[in-house]
């Protein structure tokens, strides 16, 4: 078959087919969809909030945190009356925290201009902080039964193998075929399940390896498992090296409080507090990495002591082994100047401010030093 065939074949299915995709599709996600509390509800607040958590993170990490969220801000007005601390320390450990400021966000937009209603369509949704094409789509046709497309990771993989795409799903060409795809199996009667359907069968089902093509409402009619393709099929670009970053950072205490900065709001990981520290340039040492940034960071001389521990992390684009030494200053008194604040905090209170992942688990290694 040639790539003209096979693009018209996949951007529009025949309609009979597509039919009873969707009729196969409802019928197996009203029997076996999982029962999620986000499920139980069509109120837009909820929907979005689940799909904000549900961006990047697996179903069983975003329980916990709906529900402490949910009751914490049961309602749009009760989080866009929230700071920014509250919210980053209820998102704390979930990661990607830029959701969370954008939640604070959009709470916010949709309490001042519309009086805490939703905007109820996709293409108004599309306007608020932190909403994608995707998000968008998932609460129009969840929460409002708008007849719009959802292309998450799941879908993308479900598409790909049930038209047999050969093409890389990264590439922006193939992206606009899997959305038109998307778009014509959205069911005119129940948007919202049908949608679901799609994204369930690609978390459960047709999962990126090993697929259960056995269990798939829709099996004799993937080109994929008809073609042998299922274990190909999706093509992915080939991904970069993951590049890693050795961090050091200085634990300073003064009357057993210790200093830490707190990072800006349009940084990665912005409005935690961490450790003031950064980046081992090649051929630096620990020790003078961790003076020179200390002196750059927050104006301080420093002595550098004892290592107190080191943890490896993985971020999307790069991985990070973070050192933590204890220090003392030497001379100065600490300046912001990379931080929107610095603060000493009592080991008592750090649980009223919320830090990265990383620094959390640096925590309990501090006990022995502090003085
Ligand atoms: Fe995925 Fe297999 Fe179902 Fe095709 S038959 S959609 S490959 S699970």
Not at 134 to 144: L, N, P, V
Not at 339 to 362: G, M, S, V
């Amino acid at each position: 078959m040639d790539d003209a065939t096979l693009v018209r074949m996949c951007t529009r299915l025949d309609p009979e087919q597509r039919n009873e995709i969707i009729r196969r599709l409802l019928r197996w996600f009203r029997g076996n969809a999982r029962d999620l509390p986000w499920r139980r509800t069509r109120d837009p607040y909820l929907i979005w909030l689940s799909e904000i958590m549900l961006q990047q993170t697996r179903v069983e990490t975003v329980l916990g945190y709906y529900a402490r969220f949910t009751e914490a801000y049961p309602c749009v007005e009760d989080l866009a009356a929230a700071s920014e601390e509250h919210v980053l320390k209820l998102w704390e450990g979930l990661g990607y925290y830029s959701r969370a400021r954008n939640l604070l966000e959009a709470a916010r937009w949709v309490v001042r201009e519309s009086g805490g209603a939703f905007p109820a369509d996709a293409r108004s949704l599309i306007q608020l902080p932190g909403v994608g094409r995707y998000t968008a789509g998932a609460i129009a046709s969840i929460a409002f039964g708008e007849r719009t497309p959802v292309l998450d990771g799941n879908v993308k993989r479900v598409l790909a193998r049930l038209c047999a795409v050969r093409e890389s799903i990264d590439d922006t060409a193939t992206g606009k075929r899997l959305w038109s795809l998307a778009g014509h199996l959205v069911s005119a009667r129940a948007p919202g399940d049908s949608n679901q359907a799609l994204m369930e069968l690609g978390a459960r089902i047709c999962t990126p390896r090993k697929p259960t093509c056995g269990r798939c409402p829709v099996q004799t009619l993937c080109r994929a498992h008809e073609e042998c393709l299922t274990e190909i099929l999706p093509v992915r670009r080939p991904r970069k090296p993951i590049p890693h970053h050795e961090i050091v950072a200085a634990a300073l205490f003064k009357n057993g409080r210790i200093l830490f900065g707190r990072r800006p709001s349009r940084s990665m990981l912005g409005g935690l507090w961490e450790f003031p520290g950064g980046k081992v340039n090649p051929g630096e040492t620990h020790v003078e990495a961790l003076e020179r940034e200390i002196r750059e960071e927050v104006g301080l001389e420093i002595e550098v002591g004892d290592h107190v521990a080191a943890v490896n992390h993985a971020y999307t684009h790069f991985k990070i082994t973070l050192h933590l030494y204890a220090c003392r200053v030497l001379r100065g008194r600490p300046e912001a100047r990379f931080h929107t604040a610095l603060k000493w905090i009592l080991p008592a209170h750090l649980d009223r401010h919320a830090f990265p992942a990383a620094t959390l688990r640096l925590f309990p290694e501090l006990e022995r030093f502090r003085r």
